[in-house]
């Protein structure tokens, strides 16, 4: 059952990705008059892709995991703190 939902999940997330692109593609070929829909498109997908790998790097970082985003927004927010501390 992981697998499948696994599966689904990417696939999901592929067509969101592809639907992106291609929202993307038809403003940038509106915009630009010299360009077709084809070449647009395959900016976009670059652009699209490009975006995904960075926020997918940076949803990954190490200091989420060790908490350390955490404790620093608590010394630069003092209104961040919690009760019990």
């Known amino acids: 059952m992981s697998a499948v939902y696994t599966l689904i999940q990417f696939l999901v997330r592929?067509?969101?990705?592809?639907?992106?692109?291609?929202?993307?593609?038809?403003?940038l070929t509106l915009v630009r008059e010299d360009t077709t829909f084809v070449e647009s498109l395959t900016?976009?997908?670059?652009?699209?892709?490009?975006?995904?790998?960075?926020?997918?790097?940076?949803?990954?970082?190490?200091?989420?995991?060790?908490?350390t985003i955490r404790s620093l927004a608590r010394e630069l927010l003092p209104a961040a703190r919690s009760e019990d501390e």
Do not use: M, Q
Request: with cysteine; charged share 5%.
């Open 14 to 27: 592929l067509a969101v990705g592809i639907a992106l692109a291609a929202l993307l593609a038809l403003l």
């Open 43 to 67: 900016a976009s997908a670059y652009v699209v892709g490009c975006l995904a790998l960075l926020l997918a790097v940076a949803g990954h970082s190490p200091g989420a995991r060790v908490g």
